[in-house]
Each structure stands twice: as C-alpha cells, then as structure tokens.
C-alpha cells in the first residue's frame, strides 16, 4: 500500500511536470516573434502619433501649417561658425541674404519642410490642398515671409511617390515640381 501510493505520488509529480512543460513550450513565442511583436507595436505607436500632428491645421479639406526657419537650430559639426558663414556667402550670391545658421536650403532647411509635408499627404488622406508659410529671419533682421501653395496634382504625386514604411524607414521621395515650388519659396524669401 505504501508502495503504491508512493508509486502514485510519483507518477503525479512526473505527469504535472510534464504537463506543464509542455504547455510552456506551446505558449512561449520565440525571440524572434517576441522581437517582432515588439517592432511591430513600436511602429504601431509611431504611425499614430504621426497621424495627428499638433502643427497641421485642416479646415475643409485644405491644410495649413507654419514652418519657421528661426526655430531650426544649427548642428555641430568641426567647422567654425564664421566658416561656415564664409562659405555660406561665397556658395551662391542669390542665398547669401540667408542667415548661415538657416542654410542648407537648402537640405537643411527644406529637410524639415520636406518631412512634414509628406507625413501631411501620407497620414491625413482627406488633405486637396495645402499651404504652408515659410519665414526666416534675413541677415538685416527683418522677419521674411513665403507662402508655399501645394494643389490636388501635386498631392497626388507626392502620394504615389511615397509610402508609409519608408516614410517611417527615413527615406521619401520628392516630385520634381514639388521640389521647384519649395525651391522657389526659400529663395523668395529674403528678396
């Protein structure tokens, strides 16, 4: 009888733990699911907080949004900043009305401008129209002012040209006529 009940306890013991082994290993994911899940909820995260941005402003399908170059700030870099003046001037006679600290038209600063235009078009998808003030402070401290004017063609090409898992990758693509009119607006700025 002794025998038996320990031979019962035994064999308890060995089925539950067998039992629940085997619904662990059922239920637990690997790393790379784990991994997964995990980018897949940050990028989740990262598209909603995308879709609402605090600077757009959307009345009746037209969408308007400031972009201040005098907010940008200047990244380090090895260069002085009076170099980077000198070779700011001396570039091109038509932006040296610029400050040096808003330059990279260019890249620096339609970077920027770029950027949310796209996530604009890509994540608000009842947007027909868009109008976009861009000003600047100009080397004799005057405050410039440019208005950027983006119509239903242009929208439609920049939404074709891009997608949202490359939006969030970092890598977008600008039309060649969207790329003129933002060109065109940072030049007029500081006529």
């Keep these: 009888m002794i025998y038996s009940l320990f031979y019962l306890k035994k064999h308890f013991v060995l089925i539950s733990t067998l039992v629940f082994l085997m619904s662990f290993s059922l239920s637990s994911q690997t790393k790379k699911e784990k991994r997964q899940q995990k980018m897949f909820l940050k990028k ?3 598209i909603e907080k995308l879709k609402n941005p605090k600077w757009l402003i959307i009345k009746d399908s037209i969408g308007y949004f400031k972009d201040d ?5 200047e990244t380090s ?3 002085s900043s009076s170099e ?3 070779n700011f001037i001396n570039n091109s006679s038509e932006r040296s009305f610029f400050k040096s600290a808003n330059d990279a038209e260019s890249r620096f600063g339609s970077y920027f401008l770029e950027k949310k235009i796209i996530q604009a078009v890509l994540f608000k998808t009842e947007l027909k129209n868009l109008t976009i003030e861009i000003i ?3 080397n004799n401290g005057n405050n410039a002012k440019s208005k950027l004017f983006l119509f239903k063609r242009e929208i439609e090409a920049l939404r074709k040209s891009n997608d949202i898992d ?3 990758a970092g890598k977008y693509k600008i039309p060649f006529l969207v790329e003129q009119n933002i060109s065109n607006s940072i030049k007029s700025l500081c006529f």
């Design 44 to 46: 989740q995260k990262q």
């Design 69 to 73: 170059k005098r907010s940008y700030t």
């Design 77 to 79: 870099s090895m260069s």
């Design 84 to 86: 980077k003046a000198n």
């Design 136 to 138: 600047a402070t100009c």
């Design 166 to 168: 490359n939006f969030l």
